[in-house]
């Protein structure tokens, strides 16, 4: 069956291909219709990574976070016109101790296999998550990233100790805002401290017990658990103040992407007892989590729309341009294609 895809055969370079695509007994065909950008398509599209990188990726379509409806589905499993989810990562084998999000042989949509910028997406049924009515369609755009940071959390809290009285934040952007929103619910009776270098986004967080700007800590602050979700290079820095102000045999999760190596002081690691969590990506069942979760907290989910950011809609090959280079220099917020090419 053939298939308009949107791939990037170089920086700042879309071309449309036709494909012929298998469908099988296990296949539900979904038009995309709410797509999400991501750091990692900034950086693909942008030319950002090692070219050798960029040689193995591309060409393929972008974006892995998004959403849209079944337009035909092969396997009885949905109703066409029901809204879904696309789960991004594509497991091909089961294992009983390794997550799939972990398994070296899954594929993961937008890094070295066909993202979401297609006119139809083909997908497997269990790669589907259906979104619930009280979720709006710009935030179950990006229902990705908040299953991401649901992961980072559940996976945290394998190796935590009973003491949660405090969980500590070190990370304003995005992905701290989402993972404040999910702590704050789901540890009503702790208390959520966020650090930030901006005053300005740590005005978002309202909602939180207190924020501080990441110099001007008091020094006595301690925290029970806390959670990287800085990035890049500002990870050094925030290890290096959670290592400081984090209690002894507390535990930190590290979920800030840092695409070079950084120095981690391992001598007070040690000293302290402090156990590391590392997470990447998410599967189904953190979908699942996280779509329940947006249904059952009202208020949480009233936080995510604030998240939204800039709104266009796609209907051309130049309108993709415009909105990369709008969403690259936006400082706040998701940013959400309605798709309509």
Same mark, same amino acid.
């Given at each position: 069956?053939?298939?308009?895809?949107?791939?990037?055969?170089?920086?700042?370079?879309?071309?449309?291909?036709?494909?012929?695509?298998?469908?099988?007994?296990?296949?539900? !065909? @979904?038009?995309?219709?709410?797509? =999400?950008?991501?750091?990692?398509?900034?950086? %693909?599209?942008? #030319?950002?990574?090692?070219?050798?990188?960029?040689?193995?990726?591309?060409?393929?379509?972008?974006?892995?976070?998004?959403?849209?409806?079944?337009?035909?589905?092969?396997?009885?499993?949905?109703?066409?016109?029901?809204?879904?989810?696309?789960?991004?990562?594509?497991?091909?084998?089961?294992?009983?101790?390794?997550?799939?999000?972990?398994?070296?042989?899954?594929?993961?949509?937008?890094?070295?296999?066909?993202?979401?910028?297609?006119?139809?997406?083909?997908?497997?049924?269990?790669?589907?998550?259906?979104?619930?009515?009280?979720?709006?369609?710009?935030?179950?755009?990006?229902?990705?990233?908040?299953?991401?940071?649901?992961?980072?959390?559940?996976?945290?809290?394998?190796?935590?100790?009973?003491?949660?009285?405090?969980?500590?934040?070190?990370?304003?952007?995005?992905?701290?805002? !989402? @993972?404040?929103?999910?702590?704050? =619910?789901?540890?009503?009776?702790?208390?959520? %401290?966020?650090? #930030?270098?901006?005053?300005?986004?740590?005005?978002?967080?309202?909602?939180?017990?207190?924020?501080?700007?990441?110099?001007?800590?008091?020094?006595?602050?301690?925290?029970?658990?806390?959670?990287?979700?800085?990035?890049?290079?500002?990870?050094?820095?925030?290890?290096?103040?959670?290592?400081?102000?984090?209690?002894?045999?507390?535990?930190?999760?590290?979920?800030?992407?840092?695409?070079?190596?950084?120095?981690?002081?391992?001598?007070?690691?040690?000293?302290?007892?402090?156990?590391?969590?590392?997470?990447?990506?998410?599967?189904?069942?953190?979908?699942?989590?996280?779509?329940?979760?947006?249904?059952?907290?009202?208020?949480?989910?009233?936080?995510?729309?604030?998240?939204?950011?800039?709104?266009?809609?796609?209907?051309?090959?130049?309108?993709?341009?415009?909105?990369?280079?709008?969403?690259?220099?936006?400082?706040?917020?998701?940013?959400?294609?309605?798709?309509?090419?």
């Amino acid at each position: 069956m053939l298939n308009s895809v949107y791939r990037l055969v170089s920086p700042k370079q879309i071309e449309k291909v036709v494909v012929d695509e298998q469908v099988t007994g296990d296949t539900v !065909i @979904v038009r995309p219709t709410n797509l =999400s950008i991501c750091h990692a398509d900034q950086r %693909y599209f942008n #030319g950002l990574r090692d070219k050798e990188i960029l040689n193995q990726k591309l060409p393929m379509a972008l974006i892995h976070e998004g959403m849209g409806e079944v337009v035909k589905d092969y396997s009885g499993e949905f109703e066409v016109g029901e809204r879904v989810i696309i789960v991004p990562n594509t497991p091909f084998e089961h294992d009983d101790i390794v997550q799939e999000n972990y398994l070296s042989t899954s594929k993961f949509r937008s890094s070295g296999y066909d993202g979401l910028m297609q006119e139809y997406v083909f997908a497997r049924k269990d790669r589907l998550v259906r979104v619930l009515p009280d979720v709006p369609s710009n935030v179950a755009a990006y229902t990705e990233l908040i299953s991401v940071a649901m992961h980072g959390i559940k996976r945290l809290e394998r190796v935590e100790n009973s003491d949660k009285k405090i969980f500590g934040v070190w990370g304003d952007g995005n992905l701290g805002y !989402i @993972v404040s929103i999910l702590l704050k =619910s789901l540890y009503p009776n702790s208390k959520l %401290y966020v650090f #930030g270098k901006e005053e300005g986004k740590l005005e978002m967080f309202s909602f939180v017990d207190e924020t501080f700007t990441i110099d001007a800590i008091p020094e006595e602050l301690k925290v029970s658990n806390a959670l990287e979700c800085a990035g890049g290079k500002g990870s050094q820095y925030a290890l290096d103040q959670i290592i400081d102000h984090i209690k002894p045999q507390g535990s930190i999760a590290l979920m800030g992407v840092s695409e070079n190596p950084i120095e981690v002081r391992t001598r007070m690691i040690l000293e302290k007892g402090l156990t590391l969590s590392g997470s990447s990506r998410s599967g189904v069942e953190d979908f699942k989590d996280t779509i329940n979760f947006l249904s059952k907290y009202e208020t949480a989910r009233k936080r995510f729309e604030n998240l939204v950011g800039i709104e266009r809609k796609i209907t051309t090959i130049m309108d993709i341009y415009t909105f990369f280079e709008e969403d690259l220099a936006s400082s706040w917020g998701k940013s959400v294609m309605k798709w309509e090419i």
